[in-house]
């Protein structure tokens, strides 16, 4: 009732934010809220919370009514180090962050 995600290209700070929206709540809601929210967060856990239903109903037959988000987890991933040149020959670093995000699933 596990589902993994890394390498995503969204700042875990991102990332966080939409996960504390749906954690803890009933799998039929999460679903519902994830996917009208306007983030890029929301379209990205919406899949990772799918794929745990799936692997939750055709791997241990669970019922999909019965099952709520029990922990979602953003962990921070290898940044992407790229830069801006800019004037007198000097660089600007820019961040490209990426996330790791685990979502597991129980039964009330």
């Not at 290209?9 to 039929?28: F, H, T, Y």
Request: include cysteine; charge should be positive; charged fraction near 30%.
């Amino acid at each position: 009732m596990k589902s993994n995600c890394k390498y995503i290209r969204i700042s875990p700070r991102k990332a966080n934010l939409i996960a504390d929206l749906v954690r803890g709540k009933n799998v039929e809601e999460a679903i519902s809220l994830l996917k009208f929210l306007p983030k890029k967060a929301a379209d990205i856990l919406y899949k990772i919370v799918l794929s745990a239903v799936a692997n939750a109903e055709n791997n241990l037959k669970l019922d999909r009514k019965t099952l709520y988000i029990k922990t979602i987890v953003v962990n921070k991933a290898p940044t992407l180090k790229r830069g801006q040149p800019v004037s007198r020959g000097r660089w600007h670093p820019i961040k490209k962050r990426n996330s790791h995000i685990t979502v597991e699933l129980a039964t009330r």
